[in-house]
Each structure stands twice: as C-alpha cells, then as structure tokens.
C-alpha cells in the first residue's frame, strides 16, 4: 500500500488538454492511468515501467496521450491532448509489482481519482 496523490483533473473544451500529475510513483512500482465512467468497470488508459523505459497505451490514447515519469521526484505525469467528449471520467493512477499492465485487478493501490470533463 502507497498513498498516491493526484491533480490536474478539470473542465476543458473539445481539443483541448490537460496534464494529470500522480504523487508518490517513486521506483518501486509500474505504474498506471486508468478511467471510469458512472456505470462502467475501470478502463485501462496508459502503463510506465519502474525504469520508465517502456510504456504502453491504450488504442484511443494513442497519439493523443503520453505517460511519463521521473522517479527522483516521485512524480508521474499523463500529458492528454486533443481531448475528446468521450474522453470524460474519473482517472486513477495505480501501482503495481507484477501482472498485465492492462488488467486493472493486477494494481495493488489507486489514487483518489481526478474528474476530467470534456465538452463539445
């Protein structure tokens, strides 16, 4: 279990972006970006490595979003651009040790989740 500590979630026109930041990654865990919607199972977004060497996406984040870490600072980050209506949900950063980086029951801890909101 790790506190894990996220912001950068709000409102924001069709096309915009924003950037979401998670507090508390450091280098012990893979990492990941998860959303959901009201009424729906928790859908992978994007994963980071521990080295931050090797990420992986989702089909509708690719080209728009890009995960990134720096574990000194004990921070990772998903830059989303080119944001779309269906992109609204709440997003949760996860850690996890092992796993498919795709399956959300491989994560062992979740951040509170941050509201992003796209309207057209």
């Known amino acids: 279990q790790v506190r894990l500590v996220e912001s950068g979630g709000g409102l924001v026109q069709a096309g915009g972006s924003l950037r979401l930041s998670c507090v508390g990654a450091g280098s012990a865990y893979h990492m990941g970006w998860f959303r959901q919607a009201p009424g729906k199972e928790r859908e992978f977004v994007s994963s980071i490595a521990r080295s931050g060497l090797t990420t992986y996406y989702s089909e509708f984040a690719k080209g728009r979003f890009t995960i990134s870490r720096d574990n000194a600072a004990n921070t990772m980050w998903m830059q989303m651009n080119s944001l779309k209506p269906e992109d609204t949900a709440v997003y949760y950063c996860?850690?996890?040790?092992?796993?498919?980086?795709?399956?959300?029951?491989?994560?062992?801890?979740w951040g509170q989740g941050t509201q992003v909101t796209v309207s057209s």
């Open positions: 996860g850690t996890r040790s092992s796993g498919t980086y795709y399956d959300a029951s491989a994560y062992e801890s």
